[in-house]
């Protein structure tokens, strides 16, 4: 799982509802460091929302605007990085997020997830033809191949997730 970091973010991967934007806003308050929700840049970027952009251009224009984000990130100071859920479907993206930093996955399961979420219509894919169970089981593969390191959120608040984010960042030198 380690390998060679081109790059020192700390990189928050996980499925929609794990809780990957509001651990990395705590986590970035608590160490003073800039915070990046890759979803809210991407808007920003395109002019439109997330609903939008899969309406205008797929899928695949989504997915192509996440890949060119994250290439901008090599040239970016350190920051702590909250990816949208789907970021690891691209072997290029997993590939590129090994080299950015540390990557932590935030485990959830399906149930939980839909639980947390508060606004499903913003989430394209939760509206779409595969149930979130299936989408969820066709990534775990995907999260855990990019994950440095992994943590279960099941049934824990966000502090108590935070905290053992710190911990597993600290022993692996990652603060
Ligand atoms: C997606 C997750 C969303 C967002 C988009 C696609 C996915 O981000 O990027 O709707 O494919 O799982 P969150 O994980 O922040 O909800």
Do not use: W
């Not at 901008?72 to 997993?94: A, P, Y």
């Amino acid at each position: 799982m380690e390998g060679f970091k081109l790059a020192q973010h700390i990189i928050l991967i996980g499925f929609m509802g794990a809780g990957k934007s509001s651990v990395a806003r705590k986590l970035a308050r608590f160490e003073n460091m800039n915070s990046i929700d890759m979803d809210i840049y991407i808007e920003r970027e395109a002019g439109m929302k997330i609903p939008q952009i899969f309406a205008l251009e797929g899928e695949a224009g989504f997915r192509q605007r996440e890949t060119i984000f994250l290439e901008s990130l090599f040239r970016r100071d350190r920051c702590i990085l909250s990816c949208g859920g789907g970021v690891v479907t691209r072997d290029e993206n997993r590939r590129a997020l090994k080299l950015l930093g540390t990557v932590v996955y935030l485990q959830v399961s399906a149930a939980e997830a839909l639980s947390r979420i508060e606004h499903p219509e913003s989430r394209p894919l939760l509206n779409g033809d595969t149930p979130p169970g299936e989408l969820l089981a066709a990534r775990t593969a995907l999260y855990e191949d990019a994950a440095d390191i992994i943590v279960d959120t099941s049934g824990r608040s966000l502090s108590e997730v935070t905290s053992e984010v710190i911990k597993a960042l600290r022993q692996v030198g990652a603060l």
